[in-house]
């Protein structure tokens, strides 16, 4: 432990604590200075049940009538040490002020005030006990320094702090293991590991007594997620775009492949069922073995691109033909929206959405300029990409990035929606609508030339038996269109309801729905910061001025962190 039993020496139970009775430390698990106990008169408190309670006035007293500050206890813990594990910043400075040596040995463990205050995660401790001298270097009886402490209990604050005042990412502990390595084995989640490679750790490094790389912990440990990660990190860009043309590719032929079953000749519907069952069944197999099943993540994208490959070949191929000279208008309205519908999903998925982008040296200075006023907190900084948040700003777990106005990632594109590309994205979906009822039109021009079926003559289960024995090909690509058709439609309308009506991007809308019900308040989508009228949030979204109506807000979303010309700021951080 810090500074006491030795019963305790397992990291997977908790912090370590000191051996300290439980009424000597009321406020210890907080680790927030709290009101002298009522049943305490701080007149008879020792000096170290005084320091454990903040009881600065009778801690002076005590100090000023003798007591050495250097004294250990009968545990060979000092009074810093005590100070320290329960957060006293006051007791700290005075303490240092009369005498104390900042990297004091004690306890068990052999610990200084700073290993006690890094186990406990008071950040502000760790804080004040660097800008007084303390050395994060030091190694404790278990041969641990500051940071590999930080990284054992999953203190990323503290991490963050410590590689920002300079400490080395990748220091040896007494084995020569790196904070790296103490993660693949002792860290639950995938988490702990995904924030320690944003600093750029040595995946070659290697301990002094099993010679092992991380990657080699990741794997003796059976931490499947770690070894994932560490490949990753050292994986080739040239292997991830061949896995994605492998999805596509496969996406292609398996769409092809399906309504070629459905159009054979055979009437034999059960033969038709048996073929697809073993089509499915091959792809499954070929998708696990070749391409991956993390790679599954851009299965939508290429459906959708498949989807829309196949209706311009069906367009062009079976309906086209049907189309009268006359009819000009309809087919470069066809074309028209293939061309904007490919265009603006290239531009929603190639535009940068609005990541957050720092240099290291500024993301050093932020960390360190939040942690020492106190704001190092999950609202102001994200732990996974080191970089203070801005306004609306949220991070993307697909993406691995925080991204300025987030809206959402979009499961189709596979590409986050942010600031940078929205506006792209409205009309992505707007070409996809337009192509996808064109084609339905087109399609059924088509039956009521080949097919013979007649709706009010037959009745609807006829109509349908016949139409898709009459072109089985031409039924599976409308049923596909009129599915992309529907979800395309149905969110270009939500979508433009939150842009005019609310505001809001849809992560915000979503938030609020949440607080909605869980909160005894009435929560409003309509009253938030972001809400400016509707003809205002149109013209701040397009960035228009309407002829010279409105004055849209010119606002950096990517570097905003206060509203400076909203006047409703009290939701800024729950929206």
Not at 161 to 179: H, R, V
Request: hydrophobic share 40%.
């Amino acid at each position: 432990m810090a500074g006491g039993g030795p019963a305790c020496k397992s990291h997977c139970h908790g912090p370590h604590r000191p051996h300290v009775h439980r009424s000597h430390s009321v406020h210890e698990d907080k680790g927030l200075p709290g009101p002298y106990p009522i049943a305490e008169d701080p007149s008879t408190c020792d000096i170290v049940k005084a320091t454990q309670y903040g009881m600065l006035e009778r801690c002076k007293e005590l100090v000023e009538a003798g007591y050495d500050v250097r004294q250990p206890d009968k545990e060979n813990v000092t009074l810093l040490h005590w100070a320290a594990i329960n957060n006293r910043q006051e007791l700290v400075k005075y303490y240092l002020s009369k005498g104390a040596v900042v990297d004091q040995l004690g306890g068990d463990l052999n610990s200084t005030p700073l290993h006690w205050a890094t186990r406990q995660g008071h950040l502000p401790m760790v804080v004040l006990l660097l800008k007084c001298g303390a050395d994060p270097s030091l190694i404790d009886g278990e041969g641990f320094s500051s940071i590999h402490l930080a990284v054992l209990f999953q203190h990323m604050p503290i991490i963050a702090y410590l590689i920002a005042k300079g400490q080395n990412i990748d220091t040896t502990d007494f084995n020569g293991q790196t904070p790296l390595m103490l993660t693949v084995q002792k860290a639950f989640g995938p988490e702990p590991m995904k924030f320690l490679l944003k600093f750029n750790p040595s995946l070659n490094a290697v301990d002094n007594v099993q010679k092992n790389t991380a990657l080699h912990w990741a794997i003796a440990s059976g931490n499947t997620s770690a070894v994932d990660l560490l490949l990753e990190a050292g994986a080739s860009l040239d292997i991830k775009n061949v896995k994605l043309f492998l999805v596509l590719a496969s996406s292609l032929t398996f769409m092809w492949a399906i309504g070629y079953i459905m159009d054979l000749s055979s009437d034999s519907w059960l033969l038709k069922g048996g073929l697809l069952l073993s089509l499915l069944f091959v792809m499954s197999l070929f998708v696990r073995q070749l391409v991956g099943l993390k790679n599954l993540r851009y299965l939508p994208t290429a459906f959708l691109l498949s989807s829309v490959f196949w209706m311009s070949m069906t367009w062009f191929f079976w309906f086209l033909p049907d189309t009268t000279h006359t009819n000009v208008i309809l087919k470069i309205t066809v074309v028209f929206s293939l061309m904007g519908l490919l265009y603006y999903f290239y531009k929603t998925w190639s535009t940068d959405p609005g990541y957050i982008k720092t240099s290291e040296e500024e993301r050093k200075e932020n960390i360190i300029a939040l942690a020492e006023t106190g704001c190092l907190d999950f609202r102001t900084f994200c732990t996974s990409c080191l970089v203070r948040k801005p306004l609306r700003s949220v991070h993307c777990l697909a993406c691995q990035a925080c991204v300025a106005r987030y809206d959402q990632h979009s499961l189709w594109t596979g590409q986050c929606v942010g600031i940078g590309n929205h506006y792209y994205y409205l009309l992505f979906l707007f070409f996809l609508t337009m192509t996808g009822v064109w084609l339905l039109y087109g399609t059924l021009q088509y039956w009521s030339n080949h097919c013979a079926a007649n709706f009010h003559q037959d009745g609807a289960w006829m109509y349908f038996a016949q139409t898709v024995s009459c072109s089985p090909w031409v039924s599976y690509i409308s049923s596909v269109t009129c599915f992309h058709t529907l979800w395309a439609s149905l969110w270009l309308t939500v979508q433009l309801y939150q842009i005019v009506f609310l505001g809001l991007t849809s992560h915000e809308r979503m938030n609020l729905l949440v607080q909605r019900k869980s909160s005894k308040h009435p929560v409003s989508l309509r009253r938030t910061p972001y809400n400016l009228g509707c003809f205002q949030n149109l013209a701040d979204f397009f960035q228009c001025s309407c002829f010279g109506m409105f004055k849209p807000n010119l606002i950096d979303w990517t570097k905003q962190y206060k509203l400076f010309h909203l006047s409703k700021e009290k939701n800024v951080h729950s929206v």
